[in-house]
């Protein structure tokens, strides 16, 4: 992982705090997003971050997303739909 960019969907609501925090040795990304303010927040569907690899070489690989976790602003978890990658490339 190179970087880690900030979605619409929160933003759509109002201002926001974006921390992301790569850590490539261990294998993880965690990302810390909130609305900034009294705000009742946002719904729907968007895009929370994007996340931006490095490929070293031509291949194909899933890309899987596990213990994904949201909550809301009393730190309730909130229900997501988690959907999976694939990554292919010619060289």
């Known amino acids: 992982v190179v970087n880690v960019t900030e979605g619409t969907f929160l933003r759509s609501g109002g201002d926001t705090f ?20 009294n705000i009742s927040g946002v719904s729907g569907k968007g ?6 690899f490095h490929v070293k070489d031509s291949g ?13 602003s009393v730190e309730q978890s909130v229900v997501h ?11």
């Open 81 to 91: 739909t988690v959907v999976n990658g694939y990554f292919n490339s010619v060289s």
């Open 47 to 52: 895009v929370l971050a994007t996340i931006e």
């Open 60 to 72: 194909a690989c899933d890309l899987i997303l596990y213990e994904t976790m949201l909550m809301n």
């Open 18 to 37: 974006f921390i992301p925090k790569i850590n490539n040795t261990a294998g993880y990304v965690l990302v810390d997003c909130t609305l900034l303010g």
